[in-house]
């Protein structure tokens, strides 16, 4: 194993806090843990990395400290659904946690059926609301 990358700050934790805060309207339980990832290839060793970890709406959200001011990070229902940001690796924390909460975010209204920018030629059996 490689060396483990410094703990997350004072600050950084306050930065998480915020801006869950911003996102949900409420305060939300983050945990502290560390995680064991292979950060290259198959064979290289695994590095145990400071995580931080929420759940909210249904959704589980972890971001891993890789080294000084570098983070990854993913959302996942369960073991079989896991998505990530598109972007590998972030080099600042408040990109990363708004990149992840808005990501998840698309793809919260996404499972709802909610698609911006769809108009009615793209529902083929749309005759209109209901009429009561």
Partial sequence: MTQKPSDFTDSEL???????????????SLQVADAELQLGGEDDPLSECPTLYWEERGAHFVIFKIGDSR?????????ATQ????KSI???LGDCVITLLQVQSDHERQMQGVRS????????????????
């Fill in 83 to 86: 998505f990530g940001t598109g």
């Fill in 117 to 132: 920018g769809m108009t009615a030629t793209d529902f083929d059996d749309y005759d209109g609301p209901l009429v009561v």
């Fill in 90 to 92: 972030f080099d600042n």
């Fill in 14 to 28: 306050k930065l998480v806090n915020q801006s869950l805060m911003e996102r949900y309207g409420h305060a939300v």
């Fill in 71 to 79: 983070y990854m990070t993913q959302f996942f229902y369960n073991e």
